[in-house]
């Protein structure tokens, strides 16, 4: 991997916080936008009151619950995989574009900074897991691990749920794949490891810019791209199979650096990559919109009337197969590079898939680990 990151010419001016002194630093959402399953809501109409207000800027709450079920089956074409796992709901990461802040307020809270600020733990995810996979109906399908909210965000380095539910792969064989934009993957390597010997594991790192200061406001808790790809570094030197996952790709941001991004990921040692464009659906048009003009106040109007025209007219798309690449001059030029840069790293060259042969159930055994 270089020493130093490609240098990103196309320079990005963020409107520095500072001069905005309710500018909530660390946070991607400034603002709870309302919760369409909730009839009433609350509000603190004047500052000045002496009422204890429980909801304070910046502070983090982790809820704990006993959740009911743990793998869900994923019902769209457009992801690669027919199973998913999510040991955590809300993310305190804050990606502004993040799709998975809709599904927080079928929790009860906001897609806003509710999703940030209020995770919700699945405690017993792990049981859970052991449950499904012990039950006689289950094929073994490769699931995915964080399909929805990433699974080594900050609350993994208190409760390790994610390890344990590897840990339990492992130990039945079961294949998986993981997605995730923290260096946090990296404790878990000597697990990994093993299961990369076996073709059981699969992963992937985020990296939407390598703009720090884009990054800082656009997905203020996540790793730098320089740890990402010592994150890609490590795991593929240990024999996991790594990939880069590029998006969203947003239009007058950051679409112009896939091939550095690409290209600094081949380097590093990852072999396949995804990406993802730009779609606003629910409260994230209302977040992402008021986050842009807050940050990005000289270029605001441009970026979303691209985005508005790679999607027929609006920034939200529901449709599979269109939805997560867009469509218009600026999406089929992403797509371009995305084929053309791909060729030329080679990446997805090769052919390959994980493992779905060798699974077993082992009985109620302990931790391998």
Known sequence: MPDQLPQDHYKVSVRK????????????????????????????????????????????????????????????????????????????????????????????????????????????????????????KWECTPIMLSG????????????????????????????????????????????????????LVSAMVSITSFNEDLRRVMEPRTTTAKQKLKVIEELSSAGVRMGVMMGPMIPGLNEHEMQRIMKAAADAGATFTAYTFIRLNGAIKILFRDWLYKNFPDRADKVWHLIEQSHGGQVNDTRFNVRMRGEGSIADMVAQQYKKYGKLYGMNAEEWKLNTTIFRRPGAQGSLF
């Open 148 to 199: 929805n909210t990433d699974c080594y965000q900050p609350a993994e380095q208190v409760y390790r749920l994610t390890r344990k539910m590897i840990e339990t792969c492992y130990e039945f064989n079961q294949p998986v794949g993981i997605l995730t934009k923290n260096s946090w993957i990296i404790r878990d390597k000597d697990v990994l490891q093993e299961m990369a010997k076996k073709q």
């Open 17 to 136: 916080n500072s001069e905005n002194d309710s500018y909530i630093a660390g946070r991607g959402a400034q603002i709870n936008t309302p919760n369409k399953f909730m009839k009433t809501s609350t509000s603190r109409e004047h500052v000045e009151a002496i009422d204890d207000w429980e909801d304070k800027p910046g502070t983090t709450s982790y809820i704990e619950q006993e959740a009911k079920s743990i793998v869900n089956k994923i019902e769209s074409p457009d992801v690669g995989m027919m199973y998913s796992m999510n040991p955590y709901a809300g993310c305190e990461h804050g990606c502004i574009y993040c799709y998975a802040r809709n599904v927080h307020e079928y929790w009860g809270y906001s897609a806003g900074l509710d999703f940030e600020q209020k995770i919700i733990i699945k405690k017993n995810a792990p049981q859970l897991l052991r449950k499904f996979l012990m039950h006689p």
